[in-house]
């Protein structure tokens, strides 16, 4: 946490400060997308050498791809119908 | 960048598997994944400064963007729910594994710790499951479903792992959105999680 406030803070700075070549500036669309690669491999790994995983995979496998899609769309429906909602009610607060 | 992110995650199940990777490296592995997680905030921030869209976009929604992360778990817990019904799986246990929202570390080794193993692995890979599926559909979900929907989506995840493509799907317009809603759920885990637990 106290990294992700750190990084984002520096991130901010390297940005806002008018010395830092724009090359540097311009890198980063290539360092948010190298990070997520690194960030998957450690997912893979993290899956491969979970042996609990691996073992029980035809037992655990399915259940945790459905609960994940699940949460996944529940999350998405949630938000999507209140922001809607929200959207309609402030149309409706500019038309009065 | 979808083929890659594919291949990558290949490429670390076979290492994980074949113990390509001796255990001695291993063993700093979590430092890898924070320096991983420092370029890709950081490539954030960046973005965060080169434009104000953000800013923007918090000041037109002001308060309200307090429910994005509150009606997101709602969802989220609400359809998950339903898994009792046709999986071998009870329902205390389908709103522990969703209650990880994606944030798989925790939610697996706190299962693991208080439900044992089997359902430890179960949330492991469900919540991991959750990222992966957020990271590759990002772009889809914020074309078709609008900006909420895509923040929702990644649950937990949008303060670090999944920030920068969402960043990237909204050209910065949802950062602010991202971080705030991922906070709030990654709080929300290790509350609701072993509530559920209770009920086993």
Redesign the interface.
Known sequence: MV??V???????????IKYVPRKI?N????????????????????????S???R?LK???F?????????????????????RY?QKAMKEESQK | MTRYIVLSLSLGILCGYWKIIPSFLLQHFHHLVDVALFVLVLGVGMELAANKKAFLEVKAWGWRILFLPFSGMIGSLGVSFLAAFFLPISWPETMAVASGFGWYSLSGALLDHLAGPHLGATAFLANLLRELLAFLSVGTVFRYFGSWATVALGGATTMDTTLGPIVQASTGRLSALALLSGVIHSLFVPVLLPFWVRFL
Not at chain 1, 27 to 50: K, Q, T
Not at chain 1, 63 to 83: H, I, K, Q, T
């Open positions: 990294l992700i750190i990084a984002l803070f520096l991130g901010f700075l390297l940005g806002t500036v890198l980063r669309n290539a360092l948010i997308n190298g990070g997520v690669l690194l960030l998957v491999f450690g997912m893979g790994i993290n899956i491969g050498a979970n609990q995983i691996t029980n037992a655990i496998g259940r945790a791809l459905v609960l994940a899609l699940l949460s996944s769309l529940g999350g998405m429906l949630g938000a999507f119908l209140m922001e929200f």
